[in-house]
Each structure stands twice: as C-alpha cells, then as structure tokens.
C-alpha cells in the first residue's frame, strides 16, 4: 500500500521510487525513506537501456572543472538517476565512472570537484553552514548513546538488534563518531530535528564521510530529504549519495561517486592492517544534492544506512546466485555538513529546450541568494564548435521575489549550444550549473504536415513528459513516428494521470497528420514482473498459449485500433529480430489475436540491409530495414527493391547513427546525413532514426536535452519533405548529387567526398536556385560565375539546394555517352552521344565536347533543337592516343540552352582499358632498389599470351612474358630496378601487348612512393 501512495504522490518519479519496492520487499515504510536506491540496468527483451548522452553536452560536462569548484550537475548521486544506471556504476570508484552517474551536465543539483575535505574548505564561511553533525554532543548534555534528534527505523529487515551508538574512540578528524552496527540485517538511523531549518532561496549540498566497517557484501550510504512541519518526509525531494563498500580494491568493492578518501584495508578491528588508528585519509567522502526546498519543506531530514546486498542491489541475481550477508560489519558517519548554496537555475522558454526563431527563444536564468551582496553569476553560451555566442553578468537577487534574467537567443544561427552559468564568491566558482539547447530553422507554413518520408522512434527507455514529447516531435518536422506500446522493460505502472496524458499524447500527434506505428519491444511489463529475473522473450511469449497474453495485447491495441496504422513485432536498430525462424510464428500468432480488435490488422516485420530477404515472405504487408553502419548505402538501393519484390506493400529503412566514441564529430554526423538521404533516394518509403533527444535525471526532475542530430534531421525533412525520389545527377569526380522531385520543382542534396575539411568550390548549373542550405538549415546566397552557374562550396557534409527547374534535372540526367568503355587496340564501334527534351518542355542549343589531350572526337560541335519528348541520338568517334594510360577519363559536354541561356557543363566519364582483362599495378621501394608488380587477370573464356614492360625516368625498359595465362587464373611479375630512392614521387609506366591475336595493348601509370 505505501508503494502505491509514493507512486500517486511521486508521479514520473515513481518509477523510480517502485524499483526501491521491488528491491527491497517493501521492508522500508514510505513515511520517510522518498527516495531509491537505483537497481542494476537491464535490457529485458526486446528493450534497451542504454544511455546516449550528447555530444556537446558530454563535451562540456566532461572537462574537469577548476580546483575548488562545485558544479551544479545532473545527478550526482541523487535520487532521480536514470533507472538505466547499474548498481555496479554506483560504486565506482574511478573519476570516469563517477562522472557517468550523474549524466550530463544540465540544469541540476551540485556536485563537488574539490579533493578530501577541499569542499568544506571552500564553503567555510559560517553563513553557508546550516548545520553540522560532528557528533560530539556530550558537552551539549547529551548522555544518551544516540544523537540527538537521531531515530532508528524500525522495519520488517531492520530489527532492533542492528542498531547504532556513539563511538568515542573513532573520528575523522577527533573521536566520536557514528557506528551503525549491522549484525546480518539492515540498519538505518534518521535525523528529524530543528537544526536543518530551510532557507529561502537556496539550495543545499550534503557532504559526510564514512568509514566502512568490516564489510564485504553489504553497503553504507547517506540519504537526505525535506520535511514538511510535521517532520513527515516530502515525497520526491530524497537525494542519495553513492554506496561504500570495502575499500581494499576487491571484486565487491563500491566507494561511489564523490570519493576522495585513499582506498585502504579496513581489517575486522575496524584499523588499517598496520595497526595504527583509522586516519582522516581512510574516511570516504560523500556528497548529495537537495534542489531549492518546495513549497511546504520546513527543514531537511539526513539519513546514514547500511544496507545488504538483497536490498541495495537492485539487480536481476545471475543463475544460482546466492545473496550473502554480513553478519559482523557497519560503518561510522561523522562530519557530516548541510551547506546552504545559492538557487541557480538555468532553463530555457521552451520544455523541451529546442528554440525556434518564429517565438520567444530565451535562456532564463536565475541566481538568488540571502547572502548574495558578496556574489556575482556570469552566463556564457558556446557553440558545439566551442565559438563564445554571449558571456554576460547575472545579477544577484537577493529578495524573496523570483525575477529571472531572460536572455534572448536572438541571432543564433541553427545548431547545438551549451549555456554554462557560474557562481562566484570573490574569485572562487561555489556552483555552476550547465544546460544544452538547440536552436532549429522555424517550419515553413504548411511543410510540417507533410513530411511523412520521415518518422523519429520513440525511446521506450527515455520517456518524459507527453506535452514535451509532443513538441520536440512537432518540431522535428518528421510526421512519421513509431511509440511503444509494449516497451519490454521492467517499468511501474502508469497512473491514471500519465495514461491520460499518454492518450492525448497520441490524439494530437494523430490531429497534427502523423502516421502512427505501434512497436511490441518486447513482452508486457505485467510479464516481465511475472517472470522476475529471467523474463521470456518477445518470441517466445508470442508463440506460447495465446490465453497468456490477450489481456495485455487487448490493453494496448483497443484503445489505440483507431489511431495507430501499423503495428511492429520487435524493436529497430541493434536488436533486430531479422533472420529468427520464430518471426512469422509470432506474426501469424499475433495477426489472429488482433483481429478481435481490427479488422486487417496491418503488421510491421522487422529486417536488415547486411541480410538477402528470406525466400518466402514474412506474414506481413509492411517491413522496416535496420540500416547498419556496417552496410554501405550504396548497396541499400538494390536491397531495398529486392524487399520490395517479395510482395511487401512498404519498405522503409532505419538509420543507426555512427559510434560517438569511435569517430570525430564531423566525419560521423557527416555519414549520417549521407546515409538519411540515400536512404529516401534508395526508394525507401519512410526513413526513421532513432529518439534525437535525451532524457537526464536531475534533481528538479527530467531534463531533456536536444542532439545534435536533432537539428540535422529536421533539416532533412523539412527540405525533402514528401518529394519523390529522382535521378543521381554527375557533376564531377568525387561528388554526389541526388535529385528530389516535388511538383515542377527539385531539391538536390550534394556532398563531396573529396574535399578538405572547409570544402571545395563547385560550378554548377542550378536554374533559379538562389540558396544553399547546409545540413544544420543555414542558409546562404549563391554566388554565379560570368556565365551563369551558381557556385556550391560542398564538404562532406550535405548540402541543400532547392527551387531548381525539374525539367533542367531531367534534362542533364538524359545525356548519355555510350557505351562508356573504349578498349585499346580496338576502333570504337557505335558509340552515341544522346539525351531527350524534357516531358512538355521544348530545347534547343549548342554543344561542344571536350576531350583529354590529344584524344579526336568526331563531331567536337554541333547544335541542337527538340521539342516534346524527343530523344536526341548523335553518332561519335572517339579516339585516344596511342599511348594513353589506362583508367577512367573525362569527357565534357558543354552545353548552352534556349530559350533559357543555361550554360552547363555534364562530365561523361569514359574507361579505357581491356574488356577481358584485369591489370593492376604496384610500386615498392625495398632497399636501393624499385620494384615493381605487374598483375593480369585473364577475364576471357580462352588462353591469353601478353609481352609486359616497364619503364622508369632513366632506366633501361625491362620486359616480361605473360605466357598462355588460362581463364579466370591470375599472374604477376616484377621488374627490379637500383636506385629506388631516387625515384621517389616520379611516374612509371607498366605495358602489356598482346602477342597471340594482337594488336591489343594497355598502358598503367604508376607513382612511385
């Protein structure tokens, strides 16, 4: 029952606060423990729990901070850390594990970067101090062995023999002390007494030490919380430090977040193993954050705790486990300090903190202090790329009266940007506290609506509130999306409030033109609590007695019949359920238990581009591709229609974003992008990717913070919108070009895959294109050269151009050179230059072609006039040298078009070499000496017979035979020449001539390393 209350009262906290339940068989009453113990991640079935923190936001939360500094983090061992957070993470002990318990940096508690006692160094002044327990209470009269004000708790696993005394011969810094002794149970001792009293317009940081005793498996910690004047617990406002364990480094070790005392054996005495009295250096520093007191808080509860293993880990025990206990151990508390801070907030004026230039787009920030004449706050706001947008002084209020500073984002252009406030007292940092925006292109009127080639999945694992949901959905321009409706995870159950919510949610996504997918990621959670630490799997529920699990599907798909249009067995991305033979099962299985409630049920079957699509297809209409990075996205299109050919009505694909840690940030949103495009230009029908935000715990509660792939991919749906695919389009070497038709007019999406990093500077005939966009939705003019074309500067990353003439499109994409391929030794034969007048639109013109140095061509200029849909056929002679190398070589036609002026130039790559015959070539220096591989592959159906040769600046040519080489055998020989290293960066040629049927022949140009 007092679960239940804590989850009415709690709300989205309470999933939280129901884990602590299920941990701890609800042995702890809801009276005054309100806050968790976060139980070990899991990753059910079809679900996951990874955390993804964004980029920026980790840029900038990871650089440690000034010495002395206490920074307003997320987290920091709070109450709110994200459920995905293990108790393994809890007890870490390195710098790096103890950042990654409070998430990124974004608008939450305190967490202290000073080290062994510097925090209290810092916060000296006896005005920051509320109150400190030193435990030394015999002169104030306390003859008790308890403190003062200090209660025990007295549940089902603590029983009165686990207690706690004083301890006058043990002390951080000069005995007493606290000890909790254990005695094989739990133990827990609460302080309800005036001393805390709130203050306005703070917030508080809990810093204590402890000192573990003897244990081994069981684990000390500190909790704090408000209590109304009742001295009841105010439900949701419990902060946590992190467990402490034993210190001597083993397998069970734990010291958490905030440690900072050295990483001693504390034998069974309670001493360090060389019998000398326990030090202050011994003593484990920890630390919790309080947010500003809520309406009601009267003073602040403190908490110390040892805890056994059945109850402060949370997670699923391994096979055979056996959950041990310390029969003799504890721990001491002592020093432990409530210091008063000054309320920093930092928040933007929008929920969600994606800010759009058609509204009030401001950062609202708040310092407030009863102390304040001696503070000063400076905000500064940086780009993802590190440049300083603003930096300017926050006042100081010192009132009661709350009236922040509202700074305008103003200018900004689209991007990702991290605002950092920072407190100072004098020259010393005491808070700062960090919150990531990004700042989008606003939608134009109408383009919204119709994005449906674009949809976002929504993270089961990462869930906030739905109004937000429904803005960050809204303004990510995609009108596609996938919610979870079985999220596979081991989450409390919603209140009537949250399904409420959940349904509008829904109603207005469907009112705002969405296409709504349903996704079973896994079993129901009433499943996964029914079968405890070893849940079955989506499939195999599925494929079991359909009575087990109607109820459930009848709860997800009744109410939603209406509204969701398809309906997804599995997740997407990594845990795809591709290639298990059990999948049409359990779409058959699934299909006949849903048509009680529709109709034709549409179903989604999940897939992958790394696999061919099975013989037979899955009973299914729909199928959504997992586009791996492994696979290439020029293989997708192929793949796409070989999906496509086994009857499925739809084949969307979804894009897994690159690895944060193993690419730099460009070249990895860069492939990204490269990937979203070519997915929709592949032919697939929608493009999904996954949640673009994420959802941190703080101490005030969730904090959403927008990716930078948020930005980048509204960009794309908004400028692709629903434009049909069209045709890739050759502008030069290194450049890809594809083309999206809507109505008359194209958007092409560029990039060059051979451009430095700042990008090089194209000629292209656009029309009466005037902008480019770049992938982040900046825009800039178009520059044109003398004749007419707009200049492009592309980059790896894609770029945007759009209002271009369609029938200009189709007119370049027409014209052909054919066949491509010349082959040495022979007179080219039928070759064609060609294009067609585009549908309904009359041409007439001029061209000329340009061929490589000393290359004929025969006609070089000639015009042109079409009308309808005429198809324009020129016979051609072209001829190399004799003595031209092998490979791809350019062939331009330069064109100009009436009636309207365009000048364009379309480059005709043509590949000289021999049709059955593969060479290559390699140069090495070894030594003195050059030498050089000279490789054939015989292609043919009959022996080939080739003299081969080599040449070098300077040398005697060499010659070797290539004798009778069979079909499909390959054969290599080398050239040896001295002097290697005076070669270096000098051009060689390889020869081969045919000695059987001659005259065939082919040149190799090679440079030497």
């Given at each position: 029952m007092?679960c239940l209350k804590?989850?009415?009262?709690?709300?989205?906290?309470?999933?939280?606060?129901?884990?602590l339940?299920?941990?701890?068989?609800?042995?702890?009453?809801?009276?005054?423990?309100v806050?968790?113990?976060?139980?070990?991640?899991?990753a059910?079935?079809?679900?996951?729990?990874e955390?993804?923190?964004?980029?920026a936001?980790?840029?900038?939360?990871?650089?440690?901070?000034?010495e002395?500094?206490?920074?307003?983090?997320?987290?920091?061992g709070?109450?709110?850390?994200p459920?995905?957070v293990?108790?393994?993470?809890?007890?870490?002990s390195?710098?790096?594990?103890?950042?990654?318990?409070?998430?990124?940096?974004?608008?939450?508690?305190?967490t202290?970067?000073?080290?062994?006692?510097?925090?209290?160094?810092?916060?000296?002044?006896?005005?920051?101090?509320?109150?400190?327990?030193?435990?030394d209470?015999?002169?104030?009269g306390?003859?008790?062995?308890?403190?003062?004000?200090w209660e025990?708790l007295?549940?089902?696993?603590?029983?009165?023999?686990?207690?706690?005394a004083?301890?006058?011969?043990?002390?951080r810094?000069s005995?007493?002390?606290?000890h909790?002794?254990?005695?094989?149970?739990?133990?827990?001792?609460?302080?309800?007494?005036p001393?805390?009293?709130?203050r306005?317009n703070?917030?508080?940081?809990?810093?204590?030490?402890i000192?573990?005793d003897?244990?081994?498996?069981?684990r000390?910690?500190?909790?704090?919380?408000?209590?109304?004047?009742?001295?009841?617990?105010?439900?949701?406002?419990?902060a946590?430090?992190a467990?402490?364990?034993?210190?001597?480094?083993?397998?069970?070790a734990?010291?958490?977040?905030?440690?900072?005392?050295?990483?001693v054996?504390?034998?069974?005495?309670?001493?360090?193993?060389?019998?000398?009295?326990?030090?202050?250096?011994?003593?484990?520093?920890?630390?919790m954050?309080?947010?500003p007191?809520?309406?009601g808080?009267?003073?602040?509860?403190?908490?110390?705790?040892?805890?056994?293993?059945?109850?402060?880990?949370?997670?699923?025990?391994?096979?055979?486990?056996i959950?041990?206990?310390?029969?003799?151990?504890?721990?001491?508390?002592?020093?432990?300090?409530?210091?008063?801070?000054?309320?920093?907030?930092?928040t933007?004026?929008?929920?969600g903190?994606?800010?759009t230039?058609?509204?009030?787009?401001?950062l609202?920030?708040?310092?407030a202090?009863?102390?304040?004449?001696t503070?000063?706050?400076v905000?500064?706001?940086?780009?993802?790329?590190?440049?300083t947008m603003?930096?300017?002084a926050v006042?100081?209020?010192?009132?009661?009266?709350?009236?922040?500073?509202?700074?305008p984002?103003a200018?900004y252009?689209?991007g990702?940007y991290?605002?950092?406030?920072?407190?100072?007292?004098?020259?010393?940092v005491?808070?700062?506290?960090q919150?990531?925006v990004?700042?989008?292109a606003?939608?134009?009127?109408g383009?919204?609506?119709?994005?449906?080639?674009?949809?976002?999945?929504v993270?089961?694992g990462?869930?906030?509130?739905?109004?937000?949901?429904?803005?960050?959905l809204?303004?990510?321009?995609?009108?596609?999306?996938?919610?979870?409706v079985?999220?596979?995870?081991?989450?409390?159950?919603?209140?009537?409030?949250?399904?409420?919510?959940?349904?509008?949610?829904?109603q207005?996504?469907?009112?705002?033109?969405?296409?709504?997918?349903?996704?079973?990621?896994?079993?129901?959670?009433?499943?996964?609590?029914?079968?405890?630490?070893?849940?079955?799997s989506?499939?195999e529920?599925?494929?079991?007695?359909?009575?087990?699990?109607?109820?459930?599907?009848?709860?997800?798909?009744?109410?939603?019949?209406g509204?969701?249009?398809?309906?997804?067995?599995?997740?997407?991305?990594?845990g795809?359920l591709?290639?298990?033979?059990?999948?049409?099962a359990?779409?058959?299985?699934?299909?006949?238990?849903?048509?009680e409630?529709?109709?034709?049920?549409l179903?989604?079957?999940?897939?992958?581009?790394?696999?061919?699509?099975?013989?037979?297809?899955l009973?299914?209409?729909?199928?959504?591709?997992?586009?791996?990075?492994?696979?290439?996205?020029?293989?997708?299109?192929p793949r796409?229609?070989a999906?496509?050919?086994?009857g499925?009505?739809?084949v969307?694909?979804?894009?897994?974003?690159?690895?944060t840690?193993?690419?730099?940030?460009?070249?990895?949103?860069?492939?990204?992008?490269?990937?979203l495009?070519?997915?929709?230009?592949?032919g697939?029908?929608?493009v999904?990717?996954?949640?673009?935000?994420h959802?941190?715990?703080?101490?005030?509660g969730?904090?959403?913070?927008?990716?930078?792939?948020?930005?980048?991919?509204?960009?794309?749906a908004?400028?692709?919108?629903?434009?049909?695919?069209?045709?890739?389009?050759?502008v030069?070497?290194?450049?890809?070009?594809?083309?999206?038709?809507?109505?008359?007019?194209?958007?092409?999406?560029?990039?060059?895959?051979?451009?430095?990093?700042e990008?090089?500077?194209?000629a292209?005939?656009?029309?009466?294109?005037?902008?480019q966009?770049?992938?982040?939705?900046?825009?800039?003019p178009?520059?044109?050269?003398?004749?007419?074309r707009?200049?492009?500067?592309?980059?790896?990353?894609?770029?945007?151009?759009?209002?271009?003439?369609?029938?200009?499109v189709?007119?370049?994409?027409?014209?052909?050179?054919?066949?491509?391929?010349?082959?040495?030794?022979?007179?080219?034969?039928?070759?064609k230059?060609?294009?067609?007048?585009?549908?309904?639109?009359?041409?007439?013109?001029?061209v000329?072609?340009?061929v490589?140095?000393?290359?004929e061509?025969?006609?070089?200029?000639?015009?042109f006039q079409?009308?309808?849909?005429?198809?324009?056929?020129l016979?051609l002679?072209?001829?190399?040298p004799h003595?031209?190398?092998?490979?791809?070589?350019?062939?331009?036609?330069?064109?100009t078009?009436?009636?309207?002026g365009?000048?364009?130039?379309?480059?005709?790559?043509?590949?000289?070499?021999?049709?059955?015959?593969?060479?290559?070539?390699?140069?090495?220096?070894?030594?003195?000496?050059?030498?050089?591989?000279h490789?054939?592959?015989?292609?043919?159906?009959?022996?080939?017979?080739?003299?081969?040769?080599?040449?070098?600046?300077?040398?005697?040519r060499?010659?070797?035979?290539f004798?009778?080489?069979?079909p499909?055998e390959?054969?290599?020989v080398?050239?040896?020449?001295?002097?290697g290293?005076?070669?270096?960066?000098?051009s060689?040629?390889?020869v081969?001539?045919?000695?059987?049927?001659?005259?065939r022949?082919?040149?190799?140009?090679?440079?030497?390393?």
């Open positions: 007092w804590l989850l009415l009262f709690n709300g989205m906290r309470a999933r939280r606060t129901l884990r339940c299920m941990a701890i068989g609800a042995a702890v009453p809801a009276s005054w423990w806050g968790t113990v976060p139980a070990q991640a899991q059910p079935a079809g679900g996951s729990t955390s993804r923190p964004t980029e936001g980790a840029d900038a939360s990871t650089q440690p901070a000034p002395g500094v206490v920074s307003s983090e997320v987290g920091a709070g109450p709110d850390q459920d995905r293990s108790a393994a993470a809890l007890g870490s390195t710098p790096e594990e103890a950042r990654s318990l409070g998430g990124s940096a974004a608008g939450g508690g305190l202290a970067t000073a080290d062994g006692g510097a925090l209290e160094a810092l916060l000296s002044p006896a005005r920051r101090v509320v109150h400190r327990f030193d435990f209470e015999r002169a104030a306390n003859l008790e062995d308890i403190p003062m004000y025990p007295r549940a089902g696993s603590f029983p009165r023999f686990a207690g706690g004083f301890d006058e011969s043990v002390g810094t005995p007493p002390s606290f909790l002794e254990s005695a094989g149970r739990n133990v827990a001792f609460h302080y309800t007494g001393a805390t009293r709130v306005s703070s917030q508080y940081r809990i810093v204590g030490y000192l573990p003897r244990l081994n498996s069981a000390a910690c500190l909790s704090a919380h408000y209590l109304d004047a009742a001295r009841n617990p105010i439900p949701g406002t419990t946590r430090s467990f402490v364990g034993p210190l001597d480094g083993g397998a069970n734990s010291s958490g977040a905030g440690t900072r005392g050295a990483a054996a504390v034998p069974a005495e309670g001493v360090p193993a060389d019998g000398a009295a326990p030090t202050s250096a011994d003593w484990v520093e920890v630390e954050n309080l947010p007191a809520p309406v808080a009267y003073t602040i509860g403190v908490a110390a705790w040892v805890l056994q293993e059945s109850t402060w880990n949370g997670a699923p025990p391994a096979r055979h486990h959950a041990r206990s310390d029969v003799a151990g504890g721990a001491w508390f002592d020093d432990i300090t409530v210091h008063a801070l000054p309320r920093v907030e930092l933007s004026s929008s929920r903190n994606v800010l230039g058609d509204g009030p787009a401001e609202i920030v708040t310092v202090d009863q102390e304040g004449s503070l000063s706050g905000l500064t706001v940086r780009s993802v790329a590190g440049e603003a930096q300017l006042p100081v209020l010192t009132q009661d009266e709350d009236v922040p500073l509202r700074v984002v200018g252009g689209p990702i991290t605002a950092r406030l920072e407190v100072r007292e004098g020259a010393v005491i808070a700062q506290t919150l990531t990004a700042v989008v606003p939608l134009a009127e383009q919204g609506s119709i994005a449906r080639p674009f949809g976002v999945v993270d089961a990462q869930r906030t509130d739905p109004a937000v949901e429904l803005s960050l809204r303004q990510q321009g995609a009108r596609s999306a996938k919610l979870p079985w999220s596979g995870l081991a989450q409390p159950p919603p209140t009537p409030a949250a399904d409420r919510a959940a349904e509008r949610l829904v207005e996504l469907v009112r705002d033109n969405f296409a709504l997918v349903g996704v079973f990621a896994g079993p129901p959670r009433e499943m996964l609590e029914h079968d405890g630490a070893y849940p079955r989506l499939l529920l599925l494929t079991e007695d359909r009575a087990i699990w109607r109820d459930h599907l009848a709860a997800a798909v009744a109410p939603n019949a509204t969701f249009r398809a309906w997804q067995l599995g997740p997407d991305g990594g795809t591709a290639g298990d033979a059990r999948v049409a359990a779409l058959d299985a699934l299909r006949g238990a849903m048509r409630f529709l109709t034709a049920p179903l989604v079957a999940p897939g992958s581009a790394l696999r061919e699509p099975e013989a037979q297809k009973p299914a209409q729909h199928v959504t591709l997992t586009l791996q990075p492994a696979v290439g996205w020029a293989w997708l299109r796409v229609e999906w496509r050919r086994l499925y009505e739809q969307s694909v979804y894009v897994e974003p690159l690895a840690g193993r690419y730099a940030r460009l070249p990895r949103l860069a492939q990204w992008v490269q990937r495009v070519a997915a929709r230009h592949a697939a029908d929608t999904y990717v996954p949640q673009t935000w959802v941190l715990a703080s101490v005030r969730d904090v959403v913070e927008p990716t930078e792939e948020y930005v980048l991919f509204q960009t794309v908004t400028m692709l919108a629903d434009a049909a695919p069209g045709p890739s389009l050759r030069t070497d290194g450049v890809e070009a594809m083309a999206f038709y809507n109505g008359d007019r194209a958007v092409l999406a560029l990039w060059d895959t051979q451009a430095p990093p990008g090089r500077v194209h292209i005939q656009l029309g009466r294109a005037t902008r966009v770049d992938a982040w939705g900046r825009s800039t178009l520059e044109q050269t003398d004749d007419g707009q200049l492009v500067r592309l980059s790896l990353v894609p770029v945007f151009v759009d209002q271009v003439e369609r029938w200009l189709d007119f370049q994409a027409s014209v052909t050179l054919t066949p491509d391929a010349l082959e040495y030794g022979r007179e080219p034969e039928g070759q230059f060609s294009f067609a007048s585009p549908a309904g639109q009359g041409v007439s013109g001029s000329r072609l340009t490589p140095r000393d290359w061509v025969q006609p070089a200029n000639f015009t079409l009308s309808g849909q005429r198809l324009y056929e016979p002679r072209l001829r190399p003595s031209e190398g092998a490979g791809v070589k350019q062939v331009v036609a330069q064109m078009l009436s009636p309207s365009y000048y364009l130039e379309v480059p005709l790559p043509v590949t000289l070499g021999l049709a059955d015959v593969e060479v290559a070539g390699l140069p090495i220096i070894e030594g003195d000496n050059l030498i050089l591989r490789i054939v592959t015989n292609r043919s159906s009959r022996p080939l017979s080739f003299r081969g040769s080599a040449s070098v600046p300077g040398r005697e060499q010659y070797r035979p004798t009778n080489l069979p499909g390959r054969q290599t080398e050239y040896r020449f001295l002097g290293a005076e070669l270096a960066g000098r060689v040629r390889l081969l001539r045919e000695v059987a049927d001659g005259p022949m082919h040149n190799l140009e090679l440079q030497v390393p």
